[in-house]
């Protein structure tokens, strides 16, 4: 079996579900939805149920009860039985504190009896609750909350102002009793003024010191970094028209190169021609040659003839050979000028292009010098010009300071001028205060003289002075002095407690 239960409540009222089932299994039963609602308003309450147990010979039971402030309830329920073997079933209506119901009897054993349904039972319920309530509800209980965290704003509030009140209490009684004591014992301010203000002095005059040296290392650094600049500038100067030379030079260099290039050219040209004049030569004296030998050949064939041939082809053999020397002698001397002009040039060139490449050395190790003595300018600059802006924030800082220090120094002089001032103001004021008392004093001594006077010539007297009631007036006295008079520069508060005082002195007499 289990059972659910859900419960709402608001005012005086609330709301209960609950859901039960039970299951038999040795009966095949089987039960389910049951349902309980109570609603109360005020001191009134209501409730719905409805229980089902289902069986196959089972009965159906539904029951709804309603009950109002004056605790009535209204009750109704219908069952009805159906059976394969037979059953019975029962309906019961009751209503307030009397059980009377009407039910039917057992039906007859062994019949279907027929299920009927109350439809008056199955009509909706008018509870006449509000959809809004609910809204309404929860908007009370936010203003509640709201009005909770103000009131505790406000205790909160409350004990601030107490603890500052107590606070308060306690400066004043601490200026009450600081008062008293000036009063009492007169306390000089002055020397620890004196000393505070010309130690503030000393320290804007230190601080003004500081100001100048750190100005005149300032100027130096400035001088210094200028002094740098145009050594910076100088050297920049050098090294362009070092870079104009170079760009000179190498436009030098390139023109001798391209010299150099076209002799090698040349050189090589003259040598192919060379070549080719020597294949020739050596082409025309085979040729020759061979000509020569065949020629002879042909004069050998010839031998039948009387011409003297061997003188003619030695004579065209050495005319032929005087020719190939004087072309050879020629070749040889043409070629051995042109190659060593060629010689002499390439070493002319060459000693320039030697004497061009160690000027370009020189100059290359000349730009890296100045290169190099650039950077470390430029790197001291660079240290010298942060060494300067720290300089510089340095001063402006030790400016600020002195500034910052200068102001609250001028501020602590105003502020002790003013407590000075104050100071004075409230030792006069307690001086004057003093005085008023003193004079006081002086007054009510010479009263209480001239009563004790009075007193003493009364007893001595006898019959002088008559007391009425023990009252003295503290304007005059009349007695047996009648000229003596009381001046008193009190107030009437002070007369008058006096006057009382003396009055209970005077009553025992």
Wanted: glycine share 12%.
């Amino acid at each position: 079996m289990n059972r659910q239960t859900y419960s709402m409540r608001g005012g005086g009222g609330g709301r209960s579900y609950s859901a039960a089932s039970a299951v038999i299994p040795s009966s095949h039963r089987a039960g389910f939805s049951s349902m309980s609602m109570a609603r109360g308003g005020g001191g009134g309450g209501g409730g719905f149920g409805s229980r089902s147990l289902y069986n196959l010979g089972g009965s159906k039971r539904i029951s709804i009860g309603v009950g109002s402030s004056f605790r009535a309830a209204f009750g109704s329920g219908a069952g009805g039985g159906a059976g394969l073997g037979g059953g019975g079933g029962g309906g019961g209506l009751g209503s307030g504190r009397s059980p009377v119901g009407f039910g039917g009897g057992p039906p007859g054993v062994g019949t279907i009896q027929e299920v009927t349904v109350n439809q008056s039972l199955l009509a909706p319920l008018n509870l006449e609750i509000d959809p809004s309530i609910h809204q309404v509800r929860k908007d009370e209980k936010e203003q509640i909350k709201t009005l909770n965290n103000k009131f505790a704003s406000f205790i909160d509030k409350v004990r601030f102002l107490e603890q500052q009140n107590k606070v308060l209490e306690t400066k004043w009684t601490l200026l009450q009793d600081q008062g008293q004591k000036n009063s009492s014992g007169k306390s000089n301010l002055d020397p620890l003024f004196e000393a505070y203000i010309n130690n503030l002095k000393r320290q804007l005059a230190n601080l003004l010191n500081e100001r100048g040296r750190m100005d005149g290392e300032l100027k130096n650094m400035q001088d210094l970094v200028e002094d740098f600049k145009n050594k910076y500038e100088e050297e920049i100067n050098r090294r362009t028209a070092a870079e104009n030379e170079f760009v000179v030079l190498k436009k030098d260099v390139d023109a001798a190169y391209m010299n150099k290039v076209e002799l090698e050219a040349k050189v090589d040209a003259l040598t192919d021609e060379l070549n080719f004049l020597r294949a020739l030569y050596d082409a025309e004296l085979a040729q020759l040659s061979a000509q020569v030998s065949d020629t002879a050949v042909i004069l050998s064939m010839d031998n039948n003839r009387d011409l003297d041939l061997s003188s003619i082809i030695a004579e065209v053999k050495a005319q032929y050979e005087d020719i190939a020397n004087r072309s050879r002698a020629e070749a040889e001397a043409w070629y051995q000028t042109k190659f060593e002009e060629l010689q002499a040039t390439a070493g002319k060139h060459g000693d320039d292009l030697r004497n061009t490449k160690g000027e370009i050395s020189e100059l290359n190790r000349l730009i890296q010098r100045i290169r190099s003595e650039i950077e470390n300018t430029r790197n001291q600059s660079q240290s010298l010009l942060l060494q300067c802006a720290t300089l510089q924030t340095a001063i402006g800082d030790s400016e600020e300071r002195g500034e910052l220090a200068l102001k609250d120094a001028k501020a602590k002089i105003i502020d002790l001028e003013d407590a000075l001032q104050k100071a004075k103001a409230d030792m006069a004021r307690q001086l004057r205060e003093y005085q008023e008392l003193m004079n006081v004093k002086l007054a009510l001594d010479i009263e209480i003289a001239t009563y004790r006077k009075l007193l003493e010539g009364e007893e001595s007297g006898g019959s002088g002075l008559s007391t009425s009631g023990g009252n003295f007036s503290s304007g005059s006295a009349k007695g047996t002095n009648p000229g003596v008079k009381i001046v008193s520069k009190t107030s009437s508060s002070k007369k008058s407690i006096k006057s009382q005082s003396l009055k209970n002195a005077t009553q025992p007499e």
